[in-house]
């Protein structure tokens, strides 16, 4: 793993998590303990309307720390229920947190190849819809991370497991002096309770 983001990792493990915040992060980790406990192969697809900040930031932060606290057989997704363009502000955050990030195609949706580690395959991120080619048709988990999609999304079709777990929009702070403040405060707080969760499996 680079050294930045191990760094960084190291540091959001000192975040404490609201009570409140516990009760919805333990259905996440009441799932994912199921699964490591039956050897099944584990699929989480982070939900948010325009799949451009919240749930890439999730998608990200769980396949890094799943590695981190070396746990296979985990493959994490994203969507959303309208299909626009990774906001190019969340790639300027993660990129100053650690990731090494390589942009592989320059249309109105950009891919986006995000490298945690020199010898593992990177995360590939673009906007996508929750029923995309991309992601899996079944036997995966819905997180949702916000709550309009929560309400757009009564039902995600093929999910075995839906859990809220909603975040603020950083969106609100674009062209304004907090931006850089209020997606670097987005972008730990998740980082920080997908650390509290993967560090509690076992």
């Not at 994912?32 to 697809?45: C, D, S, V």
Request: charged fraction near 25%.
């Amino acid at each position: 793993m680079y050294k930045k983001l191990e760094e960084y990792i190291v540091s959001i493990a000192k975040i404490e998590v609201k009570e409140n915040r516990k009760k919805q992060l333990q259905q996440l980790i009441a799932y994912l303990q199921q699964k490591i406990n039956t050897k099944q192969k584990i699929r989480l697809q982070f939900i948010c309307t325009h799949n451009s900040r919240r749930s890439i930031l999730a998608q990200v932060w769980a396949q890094t720390l799943a590695f981190y606290f070396n746990i296979d057989m985990l493959f994490c997704y994203s969507g959303g229920t309208e299909e626009t363009a990774v906001y190019p502000f969340i790639i300027k955050t993660l990129s100053e947190t650690g990731f090494l990030i390589q942009q592989l195609s320059l249309d109105e949706n950009p891919v986006y190849a995000i490298k945690f580690s020199k010898n593992e395959q990177p995360i590939i991120a673009f906007s996508k819809k929750t029923d995309g080619v991309f992601n899996p048709e079944n036997k995966f988990a819905a997180i949702m991370t916000c709550s309009e999609a929560d309400t757009a999304c009564p039902i995600v079709k093929g999910a075995e497991k839906r859990i809220s777990l909603p975040y603020n929009d950083p969106k609100k702070y674009d062209d304004t002096l907090l931006q850089k403040e209020k997606y670097q405060e987005r972008n730990s707080q998740i980082a920080g309770e997908l650390f509290y969760v993967f560090s509690r499996l076992k």
